[in-house]
């Protein structure tokens, strides 16, 4: 008998034990695991999206703002129809029906994704069809009020290689950092009903919003050079133009219009080639408009002046060539202010051989050719100058009036500053002030790089350009009565090694009011076909917008 | 001389109670708590729409105040592009004035 309660008391320990056993191992041994798959269970992770800082204008009106849309999603398992979902898909969106029924013939998949960037309209006509399997995340698109306004000027935001948003050109891809902010996320446990455990566990790292731009851009200004530069494109049959209104004072560009142009809300249905911004990475030989700086240079060595008598009595040659005047007329004994009015060829050969070879390469590269001017737009590129010795006589001469030297538009008219504002290269911006999430504000402070000419200097040239404009070739265009310094160029295009007769490039630089410029601006026509000089295009262009700007800046015929 | 038990047994008592009492509370609090999710579930989703609506609106408002919008709807008023310019008098040249006033 007590044998037998002995092996029942055996038998039962026997059990305790492996139950102890069992407990130990779930309890002590697996802990870790187990408690990581209850803590996987129960603990959510919600990434915060950060929102992408706004681009402003000025007066602190939107160009680039976010709204909400929508990503499109499909759970396989779910659908019901599948053909209907795949038609009314194919349709709303405008994809292929082939890609979206490949997807969905890979059954191991459980979430596939359709769409990104989806607008708000269209997801509310898609739930209308009440699909099952069809979802729909929350995702945030640029959008721009004023449509292809600035486009060039802004850029665009596309997908980088990780599928995640990135600018691209302007504004959006150099501040791209800035703009893009910081996300953040969430982690706390959560119930079956997906109800956040306040007792349990929960981090929030917040989201940091991207900084807001204010820019320089005044969008009047943009909208009557968009308008005009349109509407001389089409009169003088260009196949591209472009327009620049900087503020001499600040640098600060105020409008940057190019042709043709792109809507950055729809880019991928533009030509690539039309993102890039020919103000900043096209390059083009400026022509006469040189002649003002190159005459600036010598006057502020003091190796000639306004006044001095020039014999303008035929052709020159140089090394070999013939230089003439672009109209073949030469009229005697003039001044050097009217080499400007003439826009003498033969006059600028004279003023550059006053000039030591050294001290003109200075010049040219101390108004920054050849180098990135360091405006804050991506994409930015510069030809480069020959090495000094590889200038030959005829090289020097050519430049002087602006052929046989390549630059970028922006470059033209950051050198053309130094004369409006009285002698100082400023750094052109596009960026007046950054907006920090906390409502701080980091203001772009102008830069002077170099002064390059005295203020005496500055207003003899001046006026010299008061004297182009009121007796040269746009006397006719100048509204009457307004003091404006300007100078016409018209190049001739360099194609394998020789000119091309007939294609030029047109151009026209101005500034008004003279003593204290408002504003400075830059036109260039790219092959025009009704004419090809830029009296006859450029400098109408630059004068109609002139017309509009003067009331708006408040500028009178007395200042 | 002191009756030790006595006084020891009201004190066991005491902190028996105390015990209990806290256990109800910290039960109670943990139960509210467990349902205030909701509520914060709730609060984030109504924050999530408002949010939207500000979006929607500031999109709105931005399209209505963009000036082609604005410029368009002056045209069909018919107010005028651009006032006529008009000179009535001879401007002083900026070397003139310079000298003039240094």
């Given at each position: 008998?007590?044998?037998?309660?002995?092996?029942?008391?055996?038998?039962?320990?026997?059990?305790?034990?492996?139950?102890?056993?069992?407990?130990?191992?779930?309890?002590?041994?697996?802990?870790?695991?187990?408690?990581?798959?209850?803590?996987?269970?129960?603990?959510?992770?919600?990434?915060?999206?950060?929102?992408?800082?706004?681009?402003?204008?000025?007066?602190?009106?939107?160009?680039?703002?976010?709204?909400?849309?929508?990503?499109?999603?499909?759970?396989?398992?779910?659908?019901?129809?599948?053909?209907?979902?795949?038609?009314?898909?194919?349709?709303?969106?405008?994809?292929?029906?082939?890609?979206?029924?490949?997807?969905?013939?890979?059954?191991?998949?459980?979430?596939?994704?359709?769409?990104?960037?989806?607008?708000?309209?269209?997801?509310?006509?898609?739930?209308?069809?009440?699909?099952?399997?069809?979802?729909?995340?929350?995702?945030?698109?640029?959008?721009?009020?004023?449509?292809?306004?600035?486009?060039?000027?802004?850029?665009?935001?596309?997908?980088?290689?990780?599928?995640?948003?990135?600018?691209?050109?302007?504004?959006?891809?150099?501040?791209?950092?800035?703009?893009?902010?910081?996300?953040?996320?969430?982690?706390?446990?959560?119930?079956?009903?997906?109800?956040?455990?306040?007792?349990?566990?929960?981090?929030?790292?917040?989201?940091?919003?991207?900084?807001?731009?204010?820019?320089?851009?005044?969008?009047?200004?943009?909208?009557?050079?968009?308008?005009?530069?349109?509407?001389?494109?089409?009169?003088?049959?260009?196949?591209?133009?472009?327009?620049?209104?900087?503020?001499?004072?600040?640098?600060?560009?105020?409008?940057?219009?190019?042709?043709?142009?792109?809507?950055?809300?729809?880019?991928?249905?533009f030509p690539s080639e039309y993102y890039k911004n020919p103000t900043i990475a096209s390059f083009y030989e400026?022509?006469?408009?040189?002649?003002?700086?190159?005459?600036?240079?010598?006057?502020?060595?003091?190796?000639?002046?306004?006044?001095?008598?020039?014999?303008?009595?035929?052709?020159?040659?140089?090394?070999?060539?013939?230089?003439?005047?672009?109209?073949?007329?030469?009229?005697?004994?003039?001044?050097?202010?009217?080499?400007?009015?003439?826009?003498?060829?033969?006059?600028?050969?004279?003023?550059?051989?006053?000039?030591?070879?050294?001290?003109?390469?200075?010049?040219?590269?101390?108004l920054g050719f050849g180098n990135l001017t360091g405006a804050d737009l991506q994409e930015e590129s510069t030809?480069?100058?020959?090495?000094?010795?590889?200038?030959?006589?005829?090289?020097?001469?050519?430049?002087?009036?602006?052929?046989?030297?390549?630059?970028?538009?922006?470059?033209?008219?950051?050198?053309?500053?130094?004369?409006?504002?009285?002698?100082?290269?400023?750094?052109?911006?596009?960026?007046?002030?950054?907006?920090?999430?906390?409502?701080?504000?980091?203001?772009?402070?102008?830069?002077?790089?170099?002064?390059?000419?005295?203020?005496?200097?500055?207003?003899?040239?001046?006026?010299?350009?008061?004297?182009?404009?009121?007796?040269?070739?746009?006397?006719?265009?100048?509204?009457?009565?307004?003091?404006?310094?300007?100078?016409?160029?018209?190049?001739?295009?360099?194609?394998?090694?020789?000119?091309?007769?007939?294609?030029?490039?047109?151009?026209?630089?101005?500034?008004?009011?003279?003593?204290?410029?408002?504003?400075?601006?830059?036109?260039?026509?790219?092959?025009?076909?009704?004419?090809?000089?830029?009296?006859?295009?450029?400098?109408?262009?630059?004068?109609?917008?002139?017309?509009?700007?003067?009331?708006?800046?408040?500028?009178?015929?007395?200042? | 001389?002191?009756?030790?038990?006595?006084?020891?047994?009201?004190?066991?008592?005491?902190?028996?109670?105390?015990?209990?009492?806290?256990?109800?509370?910290?039960?109670?609090?943990?139960?509210?708590?467990?349902?205030?999710?909701?509520?914060?579930?709730?609060?984030?989703?109504?924050?999530?729409?408002?949010?939207?609506?500000?979006?929607?609106?500031?999109?709105?408002?931005?399209?209505?105040?963009?000036?082609?919008?604005?410029?368009?709807?002056?045209?069909?008023?018919?107010?005028?592009?651009?006032?006529?310019?008009?000179?009535?008098?001879?401007?002083?040249?900026?070397?003139?004035?310079?000298?003039?006033?240094?």
């Amino acid at each position: 008998m007590e044998k037998r309660l002995g092996f029942v008391l055996i038998f039962f320990l026997g059990i305790f034990l492996l139950i102890l056993v069992k407990l130990f191992y779930w309890q002590v041994l697996s802990s870790d695991s187990l408690g990581g798959l209850a803590e996987k269970q129960r603990l959510s992770t919600i990434p915060i999206k950060a929102a992408r800082g706004r681009i402003l204008a000025s007066d602190g009106s939107s160009l680039v703002i976010n709204k909400r849309a929508y990503g499109v999603y499909l759970e396989p398992k779910k659908i019901d129809d599948k053909d209907k979902i795949i038609s009314v898909l194919s349709k709303e969106l405008e994809l292929p029906s082939s890609s979206i029924s490949a997807n969905l013939s890979n059954s191991s998949l459980f979430w596939i994704p359709v769409a990104h960037k989806v607008d708000e309209e269209k997801v509310e006509d898609l739930k209308k069809f009440n699909l099952k399997g069809l979802t729909f995340m929350d995702e945030q698109k640029r959008f721009y009020p004023e449509s292809s306004m600035a486009a060039h000027l802004l850029g665009f935001v596309g997908k980088n290689a990780k599928g995640e948003d990135q600018g691209y050109f302007g504004v959006e891809g150099y501040y791209d950092e800035q703009l893009s902010g910081r996300d953040g996320v969430l982690m706390q446990d959560q119930d079956a009903l997906g109800n956040p455990i306040l007792s349990g566990n929960r981090q929030n790292i917040p989201a940091e919003d991207g900084r807001d731009l204010i820019l320089y851009i005044d969008k009047t200004i943009q909208y009557i050079v968009e308008s005009k530069l349109k509407e001389g494109i089409e009169k003088y049959g260009a196949k591209g133009g472009s327009v620049i209104v900087m503020d001499p004072s600040t640098g600060g560009i105020l409008a940057l219009a190019a042709y043709p142009a792109y809507d950055p809300g729809i880019f991928s249905k533009f030509p690539s080639e039309y993102y890039k911004n020919p103000t900043i990475a096209s390059f083009y030989e400026p022509g006469s408009t040189f002649k003002v700086l190159v005459m600036a240079a010598a006057i502020n060595e003091g190796k000639v002046t306004a006044g001095k008598k020039f014999n303008e009595d035929g052709p020159v040659e140089i090394g070999g060539y013939t230089i003439n005047t672009w109209n073949q007329k030469y009229h005697g004994e003039i001044t050097l202010s009217q080499v400007l009015e003439y826009s003498s060829n033969v006059g600028m050969v004279f003023v550059e051989k006053q000039l030591d070879k050294n001290v003109f390469l200075r010049y040219i590269k101390d108004l920054g050719f050849g180098n990135l001017t360091g405006a804050d737009l991506q994409e930015e590129s510069t030809p480069q100058l020959r090495p000094a010795n590889k200038w030959y006589e005829i090289d020097y001469a050519t430049a002087s009036f602006g052929q046989g030297i390549a630059t970028t538009p922006l470059q033209m008219i950051a050198a053309v500053s130094a004369i409006a504002n009285g002698g100082k290269l400023m750094e052109p911006h596009v960026v007046k002030s950054i907006k920090l999430a906390d409502g701080k504000m980091i203001n772009t402070a102008p830069k002077v790089k170099k002064i390059i000419y005295s203020k005496e200097t500055a207003s003899v040239l001046k006026e010299m350009m008061v004297s182009a404009v009121d007796k040269g070739e746009t006397r006719f265009l100048k509204p009457a009565g307004f003091r404006i310094a300007g100078k016409t160029g018209t190049a001739q295009i360099p194609i394998s090694g020789h000119y091309d007769t007939e294609k030029t490039i047109a151009s026209f630089v101005g500034f008004a009011p003279v003593d204290k410029p408002k504003f400075l601006m830059l036109v260039t026509i790219r092959e025009p076909t009704a004419s090809p000089w830029g009296s006859e295009t450029a400098a109408p262009i630059f004068f109609s917008v002139a017309r509009e700007i003067f009331p708006y800046l408040k500028i009178s015929a007395t200042d | 001389m002191f009756n030790t038990e006595s006084k020891t047994l009201p004190v066991n008592i005491f902190l028996f109670l105390f015990l209990l009492i806290l256990s109800a509370v910290q039960v109670a609090m943990l139960n509210k708590f467990s349902i205030i999710g909701a509520k914060l579930n709730s609060a984030d989703q109504q924050i999530e729409k408002v949010e939207g609506e500000n979006g929607l609106y500031s999109e709105k408002i931005a399209s209505a105040s963009s000036i082609a919008s604005i410029s368009q709807k002056a045209q069909n008023i018919g107010l005028s592009q651009t006032p006529a310019l008009l000179s009535l008098d001879t401007p002083l040249p900026v070397a003139y004035d310079l000298r003039l006033n240094p």
